[in-house]
Nanobody, 123 residues
Framework: QVHLVESGGGLVQAGDSLRVSCAASGRTFSTYAVGWFRQAPGKERDLLAAISPLGGSTYYADSVKDRFTISRDNTKNTLYLQMNSLKPADTALYYC????????????????WGQGTQVTVSS
């Protein structure tokens, strides 16, 4: 079992940066892949970025590549998402999720979810 708690969301202006965090507990953090998803009102929840257990492999969706950076600190059991050059289209509820395994894909591997943190980008 894995328990996840996100933090760091908020209201920012277009072009600003923001870092959201996800604190994990339960299973040994360094043994599973983790990722960030987001869901805007009326839209599906999409995978934005994912990282392998020791950080050697990452995945980014095209929509955030070159703007967002995923990282993890296994000594602190914490996952991060650094978001730069934010746009109003990035407004959504951001979730962290833990995979059942070390594999960062497919999305169906992600079985444990946080409650989400809201990110709102004003124009």
């Amino acid at each position: 079992q894995v328990h996840l708690v996100e933090s760091g969301g908020g209201l920012v202006q277009a072009g600003d940066s923001l870092r959201v965090s996800c604190a994990a507990s339960g299973r040994t953090f360094s043994t599973y892949a983790v990722g960030w998803f987001r869901q805007a009102p009326g839209k599906e929840r999409d995978l934005l970025a994912a990282i392998s257990p020791l950080g050697g492999s990452t995945y980014y969706a095209d929509s955030v590549k070159d703007r967002f950076t995923i990282s993890r600190d296994n000594t602190k059991n914490t996952l991060y998402l650094q978001m730069n050059s934010l746009k109003p289209a990035d407004t959504a509820l951001y979730y962290c999720a833990a995979s059942r395994s070390a594999a960062i894909l497919p999305v169906s591997n992600y079985a444990y979810w946080g409650q989400g943190t809201q990110v709102t980008v004003s124009s």
